[in-house]
């Protein structure tokens, strides 16, 4: 097998098999580990307790697996609410807690979201305001992303941690509307251990695979591994099964040291998804 290190992901396990049996399902085909994205269904920061982590730890040391952990989708840094700021500073603490716990080398989040634009706009159809600028309202949110996320990586770099932002072209109102802004964003904040988390359907539905990942290969220390074959259309289809030029990627992935993780949806389906996304991917870097 190759000396990619392939996760297999809790999101795609969740409608089968409980966080236990994902973990022995990942060692058992041969994963290398597993990432715990955070939803309130399967795993959620301030719910898990410290005994339950360690029992988690615990099954991945004896399986032979590594863990890593992803911040809930509606963590936004960009947001300027008092209410959301303290909730998410609660929930990072929290997560990073959990990543110490559990011996992830990483936390992933997302971007943000310029979220006082969508009072701008009924049923995704804008109308205009002298009122307010939107370019403005987007630039602001964006800087206080930067602000908001540098924060959080001196948190993570305290505890060894490694911080990755996710490129979310696809979601409304996102601050990172491109590569290039999320490639300025990281790079603003300054930050040594604040990289980049390539999702590759998300690369795709935007500017393309190869496009975005050129702009941010640098940055790249892990990955998020789904397909797509609608531009605009964040689907996460199993590797293979859409129209993103993986092997594009390939020479990148022979010598890469992080993460790849299949974040795939297949809910009816999710184990032979998962298997057939992986041996997918195998295929792909074994033709370099």
């Not at 959080?152 to 996710?166: I, K, N, P, Q, S």
């Amino acid at each position: 097998m190759s000396d990619l290190r392939i996760y297999t992901c809790n999101w795609p396990l969740m409608p089968v098999m409980d966080t236990p049996d994902m973990l022995r399902f990942t060692a058992r085909e041969g994963f290398a580990g597993i990432e715990l994205e955070c939803g309130p269904l399967y795993f959620w920061p301030t719910t898990v307790t410290d005994d339950e982590a360690r029992e988690l730890l615990r099954i991945a040391r004896g399986e032979g697996i590594d863990l890593s952990v992803h911040a809930p989708d509606h963590i936004n840094p960009a947001s300027l609410l008092p209410e959301d700021r303290a909730r998410d500073a609660e929930l990072i603490k929290r997560l990073i807690d959990l990543a110490v716990l559990l011996e992830s080398p990483v936390v992933g989040i997302h971007p943000g979201v310029a979220n006082r634009l969508f009072d701008l706009e009924r049923r995704k159809a804008p109308f205009d305001s002298a009122k307010f600028d939107r370019a403005a309202i987007m630039n602001d949110a964006r800087e206080l992303a930067v602000e908001t996320i540098a924060g959080w990586a001196d948190l993570c770099a305290a505890a060894g941690l490694v911080l990755t932002v996710e490129n979310e072209v696809h979601v409304r109102h996102s601050v990172a509307t491109d590569a290039k802004v999320l490639r300025e964003m990281v790079l603003g904040a300054a930050r040594p251990n604040l990289k980049v988390n390539l999702d590759t359907g998300h690369a795709y539905c935007a500017d393309g695979l190869a496009e975005e990942f050129d702009v941010l290969k640098d940055l790249i220390v892990h990955f998020h591994m789904n397909d797509g074959d609608t531009p605009g259309d964040s689907q996460h289809l199993p590797l293979g099964e859409g129209e993103a030029d993986f092997a594009y990627l390939a020479p990148f992935l022979q010598n890469f040291e992080g993460i790849a993780v299949l974040e795939i949806y297949a809910p009816h389906r999710p184990i032979e998804a998962i298997l057939a996304s992986r041996d997918f991917l195998l295929q792909v870097t074994a033709q370099v």
